[in-house]
């Protein structure tokens, strides 16, 4: 059974930065590509930033040079740091990883967490 739990999410004003991580198990986490997502309210779940088994990272055009997504494999751990915040990065994120198989991909999500960028 996959399981993503994710923490770090909370109130920060803006310019300010957080640093999510998500734990993960039942998984072969080395060979697992790692995401994370994020919604907003009245809009659909985006893909914020990626990276694969080979550590390549991909981000979204508005998170580029003030996001990073990083894993450590000996934790089962991926964080997603994120500096000079705004607003608009207000939103639920979510952990999410997925599986290959014959059939199509299958996706796993954790619960999510809430970030708040507010003065």
């Known amino acids: 059974q996959v399981q993503l739990v994710e923490s770090g999410g909370g109130l920060v004003q803006p310019g300010g930065s957080l640093r999510l991580s998500c734990a993960a198990s039942?998984?072969?986490?080395?060979?697992?590509?790692m995401a994370w997502y994020r919604q907003a309210p009245g809009n659909q779940r985006e893909l914020v930033a990626s990276?694969?088994?080979?550590?390549?990272?991909n981000y979204i055009d508005s998170g580029k040079g003030r996001f990073t997504i990083s894993r450590d494999n000996a934790k089962n751990t991926v964080y997603l740091e994120m500096n000079s915040l705004k607003p608009e990065d207000t939103a639920v994120y979510y952990c999410?990883?997925?599986?290959?198989?014959?059939?199509?991909?299958?996706?796993?999500w954790g619960q999510g967490t809430q970030v708040t960028v507010s003065s």
């Open positions: 990276i694969t088994t080979y550590h390549s990272t």
């Open positions: 039942g998984l072969i986490f080395s060979i697992s590509p």
């Open positions: 999410n990883t997925y599986v290959l198989r014959p059939t199509g991909r299958s996706d796993y």
